[in-house]
């Protein structure tokens, strides 16, 4: 079975441009997470969809959006980027939204965005 | 808002035991859990334990839990160059259900 997929790996943009990723999760997981990991620092959590639902937002600006398909499958988009948005941006996918579940989460490889 | 701190770098050689140590600050945590991060790659998740359990072993791999002290560590038995990497704390739980809170990572040099 393939692991989360993310798309494009690498991308460059300038300052104010916009930007999509994209994200598949494991077949059969309904939960996708979005996290930015700046260089030399731990991933900081940006949004959780469930079901299609946003289930779980991060203290990012509302730059920063996303949504998530009927097939799973999500986006997360940047507007009016700034050199500061550069970072590996990792998509996580997990079978439940609870906290009370064994929720383990499997990450993506990232796409390394870069804001010139 | 919760916090998760690790030390940045630990050396050990190679067939020693590493012992990688965090702590953390929300007393709601539900999991905690050990990631391993190789240059240009995503998160492995390694292991994680539950809020109610002290201790977790998974063949090389020790977790032990401190609740009272918010204190998490990972022991790696036999350490290999090829556990070479950083190594991140994280926990879930809390009032944000979905959301994972990471310390910055324990980079781990293992010389041969």
């Known amino acids: 079975d393939a692991g989360v997929t993310q798309s494009p790996t690498h991308l460059i943009k300038t300052r104010g441009q916009q930007v999509t990723l994209r994200c598949s999760p494991i077949s059969g997981h309904k939960s996708v997470s979005w996290y930015q990991q700046v260089l030399g620092q731990g991933p900081q959590f940006i949004f959780q969809?469930?079901?299609?639902?946003?289930?779980g937002r991060g203290n990012f600006p509302d730059r920063f959006s996303a949504r998530q398909f009927p097939n799973y499958s999500s986006e997360l988009n940047v507007n009016a980027l700034l050199l500061g948005d550069s970072a590996l941006y990792l998509c996580?996918?997990?079978?439940?939204?609870?906290?009370?579940?064994?929720?383990?989460?499997?990450f993506g490889s990232g796409t390394q965005l870069s804001v010139l | 808002g919760e916090d998760v701190e690790q030390s940045l770098f630990l050396s050990v050689r190679e067939g020693d035991s590493s012992v990688i140590n965090c702590t953390y600050t929300?007393?709601?945590?539900?999991?905690l859990y050990w990631y391993k991060q190789e240059p240009g790659a995503g998160l492995q998740l390694l292991t994680y334990?539950?809020?109610?359990?002290d201790m977790k072993q998974d063949q090389r791999l020790t977790v032990l839990l401190n609740k009272k002290d918010k204190h998490l560590s990972l022991r790696i038995a036999d350490t290999q160059t090829g556990d070479s990497a950083i190594y991140f704390c994280?926990?879930?739980?809390?009032?944000?259900?979905?959301?994972?809170?990471f310390g910055d990572g324990t980079t781990l040099t293992v010389k041969p």
């Open positions: 996580a996918s997990s079978s439940f939204a609870s906290q009370l579940t064994n929720e383990k989460q499997f």
């Open positions: 994280a926990e879930k739980g809390g009032t944000n259900a979905g959301k994972s809170t």
């Open positions: 969809y469930y079901e299609k639902e946003e289930r």
């Open positions: 334990i539950f809020s109610n359990m």
């Open positions: 929300d007393s709601s945590s539900t999991y």
